[in-house]
């Protein structure tokens, strides 16, 4: 088998990989190290105009095509990514900085995702209304919104593409997607492997580019019908801004500050590891991070000194050497984490562990997995979302305590709650606003098509499973007269 070509500075339009209307391009830096690792099309407002063109012509010929026949063509889709999830693997851990492990982990989640709606869209149903009287008939039709343009970040840019394109193909939409330029590889990768398995032209477009330029193009235009921005909360809110002049609705997938809440009663055997991972996996640039540690006054002591020693014993290194963690994905995001680092101890934190860039053979963006305690809620690192390797610890007493502690946020993306009793776990689920819950895990392992729900400043809107599909419809309400013929 031939390994995974991405054209370089080629963005996909309409079927062929065409280079930036202007012939700009933007190089594609190495984590570990900042070489160039590849070079990619500059987009802009042309190429913009030209993908949802495409999109726009693609679309009658795709939404009319039988939901089986775009299932069995997604599905061909997942076959190949199946046959590619190592060479994917690479592109990921390499274009992002993590290790391989976890670049295969997000490959492998990417199939099952495009796996799954290639099997479910044929299962997109409506519903019948009940009605007053025999005479009528209600009924609802979902419908494809037409071209969605579907914008994203860089931490797991392979998987988020899965997530965002395969649900809206499914329902008959056609897409646009915008890269970020700081890891743009995967998608294009992806989109290739679309091409392959015989999507139709304009169907699938990507367009690569800096976001103020192929992003706001994007996310302004007056020929989109849905937006799916996935990213931080500031970007977010300025492309709902851009979607109000529109009238393009939209779905938002932002920041988080997710707690882990330690009850006295947990298994610290299973927590203490995960509690680990949650911060440091992928160098906590993950939206759903387990960012915040609150723990039950009881047992803060022994749990800090444990999850201290769980981050001390993290290997660090560059995708290839497949240890624990990378670097951070850029210079401007160490800058920024290394910015919450210096500020939090001049405001009364305590570093137990890290605290600073990381000594790594290389000259990567590393910085040493870090604990804080002496936190409270006034504090920055605790208020805003770092996206680094960073754990603020915090203390609780009971349960009302820690409900009061864990909705303490503007986010509302993630709860993790470790304890042994069944009713104070459903009773913490039940108060926290948060989208996502977890009990004696971290995140939703082994849970096949589990929503990817936010609330509060983490977004709102479906991602994930079953309801994505329904995110990428709309409802047509049909009422019928039965006339006595
Ligand atoms: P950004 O908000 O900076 O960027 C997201 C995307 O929007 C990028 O493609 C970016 O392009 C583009 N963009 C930037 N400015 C504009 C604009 N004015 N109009 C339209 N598009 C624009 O996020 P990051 O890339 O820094 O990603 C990190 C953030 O993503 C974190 O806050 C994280 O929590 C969040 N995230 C949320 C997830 C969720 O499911 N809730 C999942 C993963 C991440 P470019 O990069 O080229 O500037």
Same mark, same amino acid.
């Given at each position: 088998m031939s390994a995974l070509e991405i054209p370089v500075a080629r963005q996909l339009i309409d079927g062929a990989w065409v280079p930036a209307a202007d012939q700009g391009e933007l190089p594609v830096l %190495?984590?570990?190290?900042?070489?160039?690792?590849q070079r990619i099309a500059r987009g802009g407002q042309a190429d913009v105009d030209a993908a949802v063109a495409a999109a726009r012509r693609a679309f009658p010929g795709w939404a009319a095509t039988s939901p089986t026949e775009r299932g069995a063509l997604l599905g061909r889709w997942a076959a190949l990514v199946m046959e590619r999830v190592e060479d994917l693997a690479r592109v990921e851990a390499r274009d992002v900085g993590k290790p391989l492990s976890g670049g295969r982990m997000n490959a492998f989640i990417a199939q099952g995702i495009i796996e799954y709606f290639a099997g479910a869209a044929d299962k997109l149903t409506g519903v019948t209304l009940p009605t007053r009287t025999p005479d009528y008939l209600g009924f609802t039709i979902p419908e494809p919104w037409g071209v969605c343009a579907v914008t994203l970040p860089w931490n797991v840019p392979t998987l988020l593409s899965a997530a965002n394109v395969a649900p809206a193909l499914a329902a008959g939409n056609t897409v646009v997607l915008k890269p970020s330029e700081v890891a743009p590889l995967g998608p294009l990768a992806l989109a290739e492997l679309a091409r392959e398995a015989g999507l139709?032209? =304009?169907v699938f477009n990507v367009v690569t580019g800096l976001g103020a330029e192929a992003g706001q193009a994007l996310t302004s235009?007056? %020929?989109?019908d849905h937006i799916s921005f996935v990213g931080s909360t500031a970007t977010g809110s300025a492309v709902m801004r851009a979607a109000s002049e529109n009238l393009v609705p939209v779905k938002l997938e932002l920041g988080g500050k997710s707690p882990n809440v330690v009850f006295a009663d947990a298994d610290l055997d299973v927590a203490i590891p995960a509690i680990v991972g949650s911060i440091t996996e992928n160098a906590g640039q993950?939206?759903?991070? =387990?960012s915040r540690l609150l723990v039950e006054e009881s047992i803060r002591d022994e749990v800090t000194e444990r999850v201290a020693a769980g981050m001390r014993a993290v290997r660090l290194g560059t995708w290839d050497m497949d240890l624990d963690m990378g670097p951070l994905v850029s210079r401007e995001q160490r800058e920024r984490v290394l910015g919450f680092l210096e500020e939090a101890p001049g405001e009364g934190?305590?570093? &137990?562990t890290g605290g600073a860039k990381a000594e790594v053979p #290389? +000259?990567?963006?590393f910085v040493a997995p870090t604990v804080l305690d002496r936190? #409270?809620?006034?504090?920055r690192v605790v208020r805003? +979302? &770092?996206?680094?390797?960073v754990l603020a610890i915090q203390g609780f007493t009971g349960t009302a305590q820690a409900v009061e502690m864990m909705n303490d946020t503007d986010f509302g993306l993630l709860a993790c709650i470790w304890t042994d009793d069944v009713s104070r776990a459903l009773r913490a689920a039940k108060e926290v606003r948060a989208g996502q819950v977890a009990v004696?895990?971290?995140? #939703?392992?082994? &849970?096949?098509?589990?929503p990817f729900n936010m609330q509060k400043d983490s977004g709102f809107s479906a991602g994930g499973g079953y309801a994505a599909l329904r995110e990428y419809t709309q409802e047509k309400a049909v009422a019928v007269r039965l006339l006595d013929r």
């Open positions: %190495d984590p570990a190290n900042s070489k160039v690792i139709p032209p =304009g235009h007056t %020929d989109i993950n939206c759903y991070a =387990g934190a305590r570093v &137990v #290389d +000259e990567g963006w936190v #409270d809620r006034g504090m805003e +979302e &770092v996206f680094g390797p004696n895990q971290f995140h #939703d392992a082994g &849970v096949i098509g589990f």
